[in-house]
């Protein structure tokens, strides 16, 4: 238990993945967590166990709602955006809690002021002259005074601001000697997939933010910085960034694949047009964990088939060492890695990620007589025939089932592609393309014509042509890496080709 002690976490400039290990450790723990309106839910996710609470604005209510949870011996972490300390709020926050008398850990963030100018290429470490290379305004939106020193004394400095102070603050720098010509920059949303970066001379800033009507708040930076963003940009200037991708797989898989959309700059949709089910009939699968030192070869071709084969083995109190002296072969490193998290180590890894691709590689390494396959209950036989033809019994069990979500999530579906707010729709499956073809009814084919369609691999494409839904990029490795890699050398393209 832990009493009279609470955590102060930056939550950092937006995007999750830039919390730090220290911070995601300690929501994983939390009991409590008191939150910015800004955090993200990815990050708040982190907190699985946590009750989870919008943070009051005032410093007082916050304290005492503190100081009653954590002397209740309940973990409490105060969630801030940004860094903790870089905000005149956070400071009197932290300041509160100590004078009634409670331990603080102070875990730093990186402050949105830095983590947009950086994710925008607006390099505020610029080399100067003899002058301080950057002025960086911190804990509350300055005042016009503030901003006409530090703007004498600074090549470069940034600040953030709420759109409705962008005009006094344009009018002091104006005023503290600063050039109308002089180039600035304003970052809003900075380091989400939704960045948007306005550039214009300072004479016309204001006008140009509301003509691009940027929301709150804006972080402003002019000066030298502002020269090196055709340099350095790189966050915005990724092929898939800003795309809206609908990841229609089950929301236990999507994790893996939304982060490493999220690390191409583009948002990933979860929308789950599957889910994975135990079998109707699970007890074919008991059976043969029961006697699993029969088999040559035990065969497991995703994570699912990993996943559900481990937990029957823990269900019936057995765990790794029920393999005995079965061989391991699985299709692709993720599902590979998979075995390892249980203590696993598969023998033969196929890095052809179909099961043709596994055939063939157990072929030439010797199939032995006897073979288990733990799979989906619905799948291509493509596998067990081409070792069946070689010799080897092959017994097929369902590990697990993919199901379709019910029809009524068709119309949410429906309106986001209608509404345009999809870009990019990413199928990893032929279950996924059949679900979402059910979903979409007869206008399937339609209504997926107004999105780039990309497929993981040949099979699902196939599924696609096979419903008439055109395919725009199909991957060559076919996983998910390896889908985006496709994704990316499309849009690539489409940028370098000539217009008509």
Known sequence: M??????LVGAGPGAPALLTVRGAELLARA????????????LLALAASAE?????????ELTSLVLEASRAGRRVVRLISGDPLFSASGVAEARALRRAGLELEVVPGVAVELGASSAAGLALGYPGGPRSAAALVSAGPPSPGELAGLARAARSFCARLEPGELDAAVAALLASGRASSELAALVTRGTLPSQRVVTAPLGELARAARAAELAAPLVLV??????????LRTFD?????????????????????????????AEPVMFPVIEIVAPPDPAPLARALDELCRYDWVLLTSVNGVERVMAALRAAGRDARAFGAARLGVIGPRTGAALRAHGLA????????????????????????????????HARDALPESLRAAGAEVEVVAAYETRPVP??????????????ALEIVLFTSSSTVSSTAELLGARAAELLATVTVASIGPVTTETLRARGVRVDVTAEEYTVDGLLDALEAHFRGRAAAPPL
């Open 237 to 265: 200037a990724q092929p898939l960034f800003g795309q809206r991708v609908l990841v229609p797989r089950p929301l236990a898989q999507s994790s893996v694949t939304a982060a490493a959309i999220r690390a191409r700059g």
């Open 2 to 7: 832990v009493s009279d002690k609470a955590w």
């Open 222 to 231: 002019l000066g030298d910085a502002v020269r090196a963003r055709g340099e």
């Open 346 to 377: 598969a023998d033969l890894v196929a890095d052809e990620y179909v099961g043709e691709g596994l055939a063939r590689a157990l072929l030439a390494r010797g199939v032995g007589r006897r073979v288990l396959l733990a799979r989906a209950l």
């Open 407 to 420: 029809l009524s999530r068709a119309a949410e579906l429906v309106e986001r592609l209608e509404r345009g």
């Open 52 to 60: 989870l609470r919008l943070a009051p604005a005032s410093a007082a």
């Open 31 to 42: 009991e409590l967590v008191l939150h910015d309106a800004e955090v993200s839910p990815e």
